[in-house]
Each structure stands twice: as C-alpha cells, then as structure tokens.
C-alpha cells in the first residue's frame, strides 16, 4: 500500500515504513506526531483511488525525525569583462519525517 502526498508544494510517494526529507513544517518537534491531509492517491494492491485533487478524510500519519539544514549551495555569478562578480550561499532547512500509517 502506498500514498502519493502533497506539502511544501511537491509530491512525494510514500509507504508505511518510509522515511523522506520534506520542506521544513514549522509547528513539526522532533519527536511529535504530524498529519498530512493533502493526500493526492492512494493505491493498495490492483485497487486505487485517485482524489480531485484530493482525497476527503485521507490522511498520512508521520513521526518527525529531525529538523535540519542541508549542505550549503554556492551561487556564483560573474560577468566577463566587466569585473562584476557576486558569491552567495544557501543553506535549506528541512524536516526529516518517517511515515508511520496511511488511513484511508
């Protein structure tokens, strides 16, 4: 059995069991139960249901993890013969999450 989910604007395909780095929630603690309601399908053995958008009263139950950055990005940005150059970094932070059911 597995879910296609919706958060932090991309889609994700989990299963019981699964664990995955999403866009940081903010009211997630390490530790703590979240709940994902934006559930797109969900697909057990030859039955699947797809939702318009979504699926009314599906939900994907999760365990947080941990809350933490990924390494940083350099942007490095130059232009030939004018002596322009920028340098920046980027570090995301995101939320590690193991999903513990998927409730139809």
Aim: glycine share 8%.
């Amino acid at each position: 059995m597995y879910a296609i989910v919706m958060t932090g604007g991309k889609q994700y395909k989990v299963e019981k069991g699964s664990s995955l780095v999403i866009e940081k929630l903010d009211e997630a603690e390490v530790g703590k139960e979240v709940v994902l309601d934006q559930v797109l399908m969900i697909a057990d053995g030859d039955k699947a249901t797809v939702g318009t958008p979504s699926i009314a009263g599906a939900t994907v139950v999760a365990k947080v993890v941990a809350q933490k950055r990924l390494p940083k990005i350099v942007v490095f940005k130059k232009k030939a013969k004018t002596g322009y150059t920028k340098l920046q970094g980027h570090r995301q932070y995101v939320t590690e999450i193991e999903v513990i059911d998927i409730k139809a």
